[in-house]
């Protein structure tokens, strides 16, 4: 949406600068580009920070957080067909 807008801006201010049809239609379309980038980069990092927040829990329950969440398995111990391809 911020992108669209933003087109419509720099195609005002094209007609203004008294610009030909060719220049006012390639900034618009640079400038929409360009704010498109920017606003989706910002909301990646905010949804990458959301994720290390924790989930919403009803009123009254408690997160609990075991020591040993993860278990490490040797490769040797996994059955055929399992793990990476590496």
Do not use: W
């Not at 040797?74 to 055929?80: D, I, K, T």
């Amino acid at each position: 949406m911020a992108g669209i807008v933003a087109m419509g801006v720099a195609a005002a201010l094209g007609i203004l600068m008294d610009l030909n049809n060719t220049a006012v239609f390639t900034s618009s379309c640079v400038v929409y580009v360009a704010v498109s980038l920017c606003v989706q980069s910002r909301l990646t990092k905010f949804r990458t920070q959301l994720q290390g927040l924790p989930k919403h829990l009803p009123d009254g329950v408690t997160l609990e957080r075991t020591g040993d969440r993860t278990t490490e398995h040797p490769a040797e111990h996994l059955r055929s067909g399992e793990g990476n391809a590496a």
